[in-house]
């Protein structure tokens, strides 16, 4: 069975840095994309940014409301994607998910539980 | 960019009846050296992330009842409930895939009448 767990969330202040952490189980991971959406309360679905795989190449893309300051890396011997958060604002506070796409699309049929972000002072 | 919308914002729907979601993207999502539209369905309940229901615009995720079907091509598409139950209760939101940045739409909330 597929998944995925969020873990690194929780409150931090404004310009501040946070890492989350997706840890993967039940697939190949080497094979999939790995995506980050986030949701802020009470609001709609913003994607964050993907990683390709290794096999596929290609540039890590981001949302332009992150680009610069967020980075996305992936450790395909522990099955973990990352979301390195920097200079942090209020506007990032949100519920963090990652996703699982086909390595040549990414419509995302597996999502993490998610993983809240508070930033606040 | 692509902009996604959606229409409505809600609705209510009796237990039984047709639901119908309508998305719209603002270029065509239809790529046409493998005739695939770019488009994919999420429902989400509350407190949960997003299940995904379709892909491509018309095919089914495996596990999902088939009372869900999405149709349309190029720019407009459809999500209906053919037969809306309790548990369908939820927000669904369209997405292309098409081009980054992926985009999703505002989001549907389906109630019970």
């Known amino acids: 069975e597929v998944h995925l767990v969020e873990s690194g969330g929780g409150l931090v202040q404004p310009g501040r840095s946070l890492r989350l952490s997706c840890t993967a189980s039940g697939f190949t991971f080497r094979d999939y994309i790995m995506s980050w959406f986030r949701q802020a309360p009470g609001k709609g679905l913003e994607w964050v940014g993907f990683i390709r795989t290794k096999a596929h190449g290609g540039p890590v893309e981001y949302a332009a409301s992150v680009n610069g300051r967020f980075t996305i890396s992936r450790d395909d011997s522990k099955s973990i994607a990352y979301l390195q958060m920097n200079s942090l604002k209020s506007e990032d506070t949100a519920m963090y998910y990652c996703?699982?796409?086909?390595?040549?699309?990414?419509?995302?049929?597996?999502w993490g539980q998610g993983a809240l972000v508070t930033v606040s002072s | 960019d692509i902009v996604m919308t959606q229409s409505p914002d809600s609705l209510a729907v009796s237990l039984g009846e047709r639901a119908t979601i309508n998305c719209r993207s603002s270029?065509?999502?239809?790529?046409?050296?493998?005739?695939?539209?770019?488009l994919a369905w999420y429902q989400q309940k509350p407190g949960q992330p997003p299940k995904l229901l379709i892909y491509w615009a018309s095919t089914r995720e495996s596990g999902v009842p088939d009372r869900f079907s999405g149709s349309g091509s190029g720019t407009d598409f459809t999500l209906t409930i053919s037969s809306l139950q309790a548990e369908d209760v939820a927000v669904y939101y369209c997405?292309?895939?098409?081009?980054?940045?992926?985009?999703f739409g505002p989001g549907t909330k389906v109630d019970i009448k």
């Open positions: 997405q292309q895939y098409y081009i980054t940045p992926l985009a």
């Open positions: 996703a699982r796409c086909p390595a040549e699309y990414c419509s995302s049929d597996s």
């Open positions: 270029q065509s999502i239809l790529f046409s050296s493998n005739n695939k539209n770019y």
